[in-house]
DNA sequence: GCGACAG
DNA sequence: ATCTTGTCGC
């Protein structure tokens, strides 16, 4: 297990990204870029059978809060890199959110954090999993496709709910989808990965659509519901926080 | 106008 | 997201 770490001093201070920008700061200009993100497409990415790494990337915020939270509060973010079905590496860092939580601007409340978190990896992984919806966004740019395109690598978003798609929920076998439509497209899957228990939603983002989503996320998910990188990102970032470090 | 609305 | 309580299953 090989652990990176590095806290984020300033959310100002975002070394080695010059090609990609700042990070929008402000609702404004985050629409802004929201609006050249959901025209942006490329060409679509598939595991094609092959053996793949897939990362997925978690954030938290202190305990105790109730709603959508504040600026400025502290905030823990971790990646972890699944291979072969094992977890090979990870890493975690601690900074603070850049906004409230608001529908629509999740990118301005974690996009910082959980970029930073993956990027502290040791190796790039094939495929990213983010804790948000992709497509399924009123200007077709969730975080998990805003994401992707910052950091140039394949997303699939995971959520437990619908942004504003709408579907029929899924048979309750295994593996079940039933897609969601946002504006007469299929935007994410329904997604039943363990039977009893509620589905997931996969989202497509960036370089993959639904379909592609829906499959990954089934092939990653195994004994627990949530796909593996995922939950282990969830697991790492609350520990870090129990611990009050971002210094793995 | 009102409510709903990823985390 | 986080909190709380209760319940089921290993």
């Given at each position: 297990?090989n ?8 959310a ?8 990609a920008?700042?990070w929008?700061r402000t609702?404004?200009d ?12 490329s ?10 790494s ?10 105790g809060?109730?709603g959508?939270?504040?600026p400025g ?6 990646a972890a890199l ?6 090979v590496a990870?890493?975690t ?8 939580y ?5 990118a ?6 959980l970029?930073e978190a ?6 790039r992984p094939?495929l990213?999993?983010v ?10 740019a969730g975080?998990?496709?805003?994401l992707?395109?910052r950091l140039?690598?394949?997303t699939?978003?995971v ?5 504003l798609?709408?579907g029929?929920p899924?048979?309750e076998?295994r593996?079940?989808l039933?897609p ?6 299929i ?7 363990q039977?009893g228990k509620?589905?997931?939603?996969a989202h ?6 639904a379909?592609t989503a ?7 998910t195994t004994?627990?519901?949530t796909?593996e990188p995922?939950r282990?990102?969830?697991r790492?970032?609350r520990?870090a ?8």
């Amino acid at each position: 297990m090989n652990y990176c770490s590095y806290c984020v001093q300033d959310a100002g201070e975002q070394r080695g990204l010059e090609s990609a920008g700042p990070w929008p700061r402000t609702v404004e200009d985050l629409i802004l870029v929201q609006k050249r993100i959901g025209q942006a497409t490329s060409h679509l990415w598939t595991p094609a059978g092959r053996v793949f790494s897939a990362a997925g990337c978690f954030v938290c915020f202190s305990r105790g809060r109730v709603g959508a939270g504040r600026p400025g509060e502290a905030g823990w973010a971790a990646a972890a890199l699944l291979r072969s079905g094992r977890i090979v590496a990870a890493a975690t860092v601690c900074g603070t959110a850049q906004a409230a939580y608001e529908p629509g601007l999740l990118a301005l409340r974690e996009g910082l954090l959980l970029e930073e978190a993956v990027r502290r990896l040791p190796e790039r992984p094939d495929l990213l999993l983010v804790n948000a919806t992709g497509r399924d966004h009123p200007r077709g740019a969730g975080l998990a496709v805003h994401l992707g395109i910052r950091l140039a690598l394949p997303t699939v978003g995971v959520t437990r709910n619908p942004l504003l798609a709408s579907g029929e929920p899924p048979a309750e076998a295994r593996g079940s989808l039933s897609p969601l439509f946002l504006g007469g497209t299929i935007v994410a899957y329904w997604l039943r990965t363990q039977r009893g228990k509620r589905p997931l939603v996969a989202h497509a983002a960036w370089q993959t659509d639904a379909r592609t989503a829906a499959s990954v996320l089934l092939a990653l998910t195994t004994r627990w519901r949530t796909p593996e990188p995922l939950r282990e990102a969830r697991r790492l970032a609350r520990e870090a926080r129990s611990e009050k470090r971002g210094d793995g």
